[in-house]
């Protein structure tokens, strides 16, 4: 198993959500499946069964390498470059 460097350096305490929802979505007039949070910057993006796959492409325009589930009741922690939950 491949062992995540990103994990580390992310911002403590964790940033705030941007939104409430996928503004982008929102925007978009689509509906995101389940939400993601960015724990670099607090970017609130649409999860890979969503339509437009907001949270991925945050990741490829920013770079930004960690999300976690923005859904009630989960934890746990996604990291995009080493493909692995940290
Ligand atoms: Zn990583
Ligand atoms: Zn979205
Ligand atoms: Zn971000």
Same mark, same amino acid.
């Given at each position: 198993?491949?062992?995540?460097?990103?994990?580390? &350096?992310?911002? @403590? $305490?964790?940033?705030?959500? !941007?939104?409430?929802? /996928?503004?982008?979505?929102?925007? &978009?007039?689509? @509906? $995101?499946?389940?939400?993601? !949070?960015?724990?670099? /910057?607090?970017?609130?993006?649409?999860?890979?069964?969503? $339509?437009?796959?907001?949270?991925?492409?945050?990741?490829?325009?920013?770079?930004?390498?960690?999300?976690?589930?923005?859904?009630?009741?989960?934890?746990?922690?996604?990291?995009?470059?080493?493909?692995?939950?940290?």
């Amino acid at each position: 198993m491949k062992q995540c460097t990103h994990a580390h &350096a992310l911002p @403590h $305490p964790e940033p705030e959500p !941007l939104s409430e929802t /996928c503004l982008e979505c929102l925007a &978009a007039g689509s @509906h $995101p499946v389940q939400l993601r !949070l960015c724990l670099i /910057c607090g970017d609130v993006g649409c999860c890979d069964s969503s $339509p437009l796959r907001h949270a991925t492409e945050h990741f490829k325009k920013t770079g930004h390498p960690i999300m976690r589930t923005f859904e009630p009741g989960e934890n746990w922690r996604w990291c995009f470059v080493d493909h692995v939950l940290v």
